[in-house]
C-alpha cells in the first residue's frame, strides 16, 4: 500500500525568509511524488511533480521540491516566502501504473509580515 | 475556460434522502475521480473512472455510487446519506490519470447531513 506522511499540521513563516513544508512517502515501486496547493473555498491546483530525472523540480509561483530517494522524502520548498504563499499544502504519490493517487493530510503555511 | 465544475456548492439534507451532486469537465479528459475531505485526514478517493463506462472504487467507497454515462459527466449519487457523510467532496479530472496526469479540481461541494 502507498501512503504520504505531512508531519506538520502547521508551518509558520515570516515574509522574506525561505519556507519548507516536509512530506514522506512509501510506495513498493518507484514513486510518482505531486504537490497541490489549496487556497480558501477553492479546489486544489497542481503546484509540481516528480517523476524522474533530476531530483530538484521546478514549479509554480517559484516554488521547488527536492526528491531524496535514500530519505523517501519530496520537501516543498521556495527561497523567500510571500504573504500571499498562505495557503493548504497536500503531497501526493502514485506508483508506476498506479490509477490511484494517494495524498497527505495537508500542512497549513501561514506567512506573516 | 477549461474547468471541472461542481454542483451545487453546498448542500444540506436530512438522513436518508437521495441526492447527486454533478460534476463536469470541458477538457476531454478520460480519467475522472471523487475525493472527500475532512478535517486530519486529508483527500480521501471515493471512486473513480478511466473512461466511459468504467468505474472503480477506491479507499472509501462505501455508501456512494457513480456512473459514467459520457466522458464530460460524473455524478456522485449518495442514495441515502447519513451524517457520517458530512464532508468537503471534490471532483478531479486528468488526460489519463497515473503518474504523469496532474489532477483538475473543482472548487468543491459542502455537504451536510443533519
Known amino acids: 500500500a502507498q501512503s504520504v506522511a505531512q508531519p506538520e499540521d502547521q508551518v509558520n513563516v515570516a515574509e522574506g525568509n525561505p519556507l519548507t513544508v516536509k512530506c514522506t512517502y512509501s510506495v513498493s515501486g518507484n514513486p510518482y511524488l505531486f504537490w497541490y496547493v489549496q487556497y480558501p473555498n477553492r479546489g486544489l491546483q497542481f503546484l509540481l511533480k516528480y517523476i524522474t530525472g533530476d531530483n530538484l523540480v521546478k514549479g509554480s509561483y517559484g516554488f521547488e521540491a527536492e526528491f531524496n530517494k535514500s530519505q523517501t522524502s519530496f520537501h516543498l520548498k521556495k527561497p523567500s516566502a510571500l504573504v500571499s504563499d498562505s495557503a493548504l499544502y497536500f503531497c501526493a504519490v502514485t506508483q508506476t501504473g498506479g490509477n490511484k493517487l494517494t495524498f497527505g493530510t495537508g500542512t497549513q503555511l501561514k506567512v506573516e509580515l | 475556460e477549461a474547468q471541472v465544475t461542481q454542483n451545487p456548492r453546498y448542500l444540506i439534507t436530512v438522513t436518508g434522502k437521495k441526492l447527486t451532486v454533478t460534476c463536469s469537465q470541458n477538457m476531454n479528459h478520460e480519467y475522472m475521480s471523487w475525493y472527500r475531505q475532512d478535517p486530519g485526514l486529508g483527500l480521501r478517493q471515493i471512486y473513480y473512472?478511466?473512461?466511459?463506462?468504467?468505474?472503480d472504487k477506491g479507499d472509501v467507497p462505501e455508501g456512494y455510487k457513480v456512473s459514467r454515462k459520457e466522458k464530460r459527466n460524473f455524478p456522485l449519487i449518495l442514495e441515502s446519506p447519513s451524517p457520517n457523510q458530512t464532508s468537503l467532496y471534490f471532483c478531479?479530472?486528468?488526460?489519463?490519470?497515473?503518474?504523469?496526469?496532474?489532477?483538475?479540481f473543482g472548487n468543491g461541494t459542502r455537504l451536510t447531513v443533519t
Open positions: 473512472s478511466m473512461n466511459v463506462e468504467v468505474t
Open positions: 478531479a479530472s486528468s488526460l489519463a490519470g497515473g503518474e504523469n496526469s496532474p489532477l483538475h
